[in-house]
């Protein structure tokens, strides 16, 4: 059903600018920025600067590309591995749901999981030279384990297996992946008045996480008594 898929679809793209708001995500935004560019805070000062805006933009975009194909790239796995256990739906569905509310009691704080602390990722000292290089850092942030980002993205995952065709799970990693790259690019277009907005923000950024989790415990809980998809069909 239609309404069905783009609530799906709002949830996932929500699910990425709370992935941007982490405290794993958006502090380190400028040093991203410098480190795919290979420009200083001063070359960003330099805001006529014509040259300086074109590389910023490109690097960006395609550090967002190459997040972007791995978290798509999982959809489709996760929902056709969904459809190889299609008779199991049901189970999948319940313990998919229980791994989502464990996630979420996680990020808000009330437990705290050592093994969903641990970063697994690929560490990369120093960035491939060009534009091919700022596509293999995205792919490598995509393809890693943050204790931020990791239980959120889970969380769609979990949604992705759930889908009846692989084309459905791959639009909602994609609206995920809008949704985390949308305003990493708005910042790098203003990385100055993302630095200044970064202060008054870093206040705010517990209660962001919190409500990361209570979003996570509501999916899972509507994944547990199978009211998800009724929920969607409403709105």
Known sequence: MPGSSNVSILIAFVAGLLSFASPCVLPLIPSYLTFITGLSFEDFEAENSAAVRRLTVLHSLLFILGFSMVFIALGASATAIGGLFNKYKEMIRIVGGIIVIIFGIHITGLINLKFLENEKKVHIRNKPAGYL????????????????????????????????????GITLLAA??????????????????????????????????????????????????NHFEAITRYF
Do not use: D, E, Q
């Open 133 to 168: 290089g700022t596509l293999l850092v995205g792919i490598t942030f995509g393809a890693g384990w943050t204790p931020c980002i990791g239980p959120i993205l889970g969380t769609i995952l979990s949604l992705a297996i759930n889908m009846k065709t692989v084309y459905a």
């Open 176 to 225: 995920y992946s809008l949704g985390l790259g949308v305003p990493f690019f708005l910042s790098s277009l203003a990385v100055n008045s993302f630095l200044a907005y970064l202060k008054k923000f870093r206040k705010y950024i517990k209660a962001v996480t919190v409500t990361s989790g209570v979003f996570l415990i509501i999916i899972g809980v509507l994944l547990i008594s």
